[in-house]
């Protein structure tokens, strides 16, 4: 089992820049495919970013395609997402998620979650 944590968020003008990190621990996270979510104030948890665990093939949502990366340091136990030219409607609580040995897919499925961390855009 995996204990994923989130950190990173905070408040940024438009335009600025972020970098959301997520910490494994119990398990080593390169035996998980990993992805990144986000759910918005009123709105439905929607998929940002997946790196598959059987290649570490990438994937992004449309919204975030060439302004979002996500990556992974398994010397660290870490997955990033480094969020450039923010808007404010990349405004939500972002969500780092595992599946063990399989996964990271925009479709999931992912087994274990973390708790969340904000990241507000002001215009």
């Known amino acids: 089992q995996v204990q994923l944590v989130e950190s990173g968020g905070g408040l940024v003008q438009a335009g600025g820049s972020l970098r959301l990190s997520c910490a494994a621990s119990?398990?080593?996270?390169?035996?998980?495919?990993v992805g990144w979510f986000r759910q918005a104030p009123g709105k439905e948890r929607e998929f940002v970013a997946a790196?598959?665990?059987?290649?570490?093939?990438?994937y992004y949502a449309d919204s975030v395609k060439g302004r979002f990366t996500i990556s992974r340091d398994n010397a660290k136990n870490m997955v990033y997402l480094q969020m450039n030219s923010l808007k404010p409607e990349d405004t939500a609580v972002y969500y780092c998620?595992?599946?063990?040995?399989?996964?990271?897919?925009?479709?999931?499925?992912?087994?274990?979650w973390g708790q969340g961390t904000q990241v507000t855009v002001s215009s």
């Open positions: 998620a595992g599946r063990y040995h399989g996964g990271g897919y925009p479709e999931g499925p992912y087994d274990y």
């Open positions: 119990g398990r080593t996270i390169s035996s998980y495919g």
């Open positions: 790196m598959s665990w059987s290649d570490s093939s990438t």
